[in-house]
């Protein structure tokens, strides 16, 4: 398991991980349909997260950790889009 802010970071989603954790504190991350409000949720495989992404949003499943934020390629290996 691994933080909210952390995986979005790693994820690269967000720049910095001070940006993810104001994210999720700002409530615009959804976590399997519930609005998150706390950036030390835990996340797992298999969760849905839900978020904006420029004009747009989008649902993503979670399907590994990530233990630092890798090269580019690197992060697409974490989550697939959910149609």
């Known amino acids: 398991m691994?933080?909210?802010d952390k995986w979005l970071f790693h994820a690269r989603f967000c720049r910095t991980r001070s940006l993810a954790q104001a994210a999720a504190?700002?409530?615009r991350v959804r976590l399997n349909g519930q609005r998150v409000d706390k950036p030390a949720l835990t996340v797992k495989p298999g969760d849905i997260?839900?978020?904006g992404r420029g004009?747009?949003?989008m649902a993503v499943r979670v399907l590994a950790?990530?233990?630092r934020r890798g090269s580019a390629g690197e992060p697409q290996k974490l989550y697939e889009i959910v149609e």
């Open 2 to 4: 691994s933080r909210l």
């Open 25 to 27: 504190a700002a409530g």
């Open 49 to 51: 997260l839900t978020l």
């Open 65 to 67: 950790l990530a233990e």
């Open 55 to 57: 004009a747009q949003v």
